[in-house]
Nanobody, 123 residues
Framework: QVQLVESGGGSVQAGGSLRLSCAAA????????MAWFRQAPGKEREGVAA???????RYADSVKGRFTISEDNAKNTLYLQMDSLKPEDTAMYYC?????????????????WGQGTQVTVSS
């Protein structure tokens, strides 16, 4: 059974940085498609960044050049480094995993989810 536990959220001023972590249990992050999604109040959950089992990454246009997704296989942990944060980045951020038999995309389908961690960016 896949278990994902996020941490690292908080409140920060615009232009600041945060690093989110996602500890995984029950499987190896390096063998799955791993991703970060976010959901703001009143909006649909959207894909932010994903990393495939071959290490390739993809990002939503809104975060390219500001966010970096990475893995530490020894710690079985997924990260999201968020720099130059903007108020519109405010949302609940979710770690997600799905089998590598499927293409590793930012579409909200076939993923297992963590409980989420809140990120709030003030102007």
């Amino acid at each position: 059974q896949v278990q994902l536990v996020e941490s690292g959220g908080g409140s920060v001023q615009a232009g600041g940085s945060l690093r989110l972590s996602c500890a995984a249990a029950g499987y190896s992050v390096s063998t799955y498609c791993m991703a970060w999604f976010r959901q703001a109040p009143g909006k649909e959950r959207e894909g932010v960044a994903a990393i495939a089992s071959d290490g390739s990454t993809r990002y939503a246009d809104s975060v390219k050049g500001r966010f970096t997704i990475s893995e530490d296989n020894a710690k079985n942990t997924l990260y999201l480094q968020m720099d130059s944060l903007k108020p519109e980045d405010t949302a609940m951020y979710y770690c997600a995993a799905r089998s590598s038999i499927w293409a590793c995309t930012l579409r909200n389908e076939l993923y297992s989810w963590g409980q989420g961690t809140q990120v709030t960016v003030s102007s």
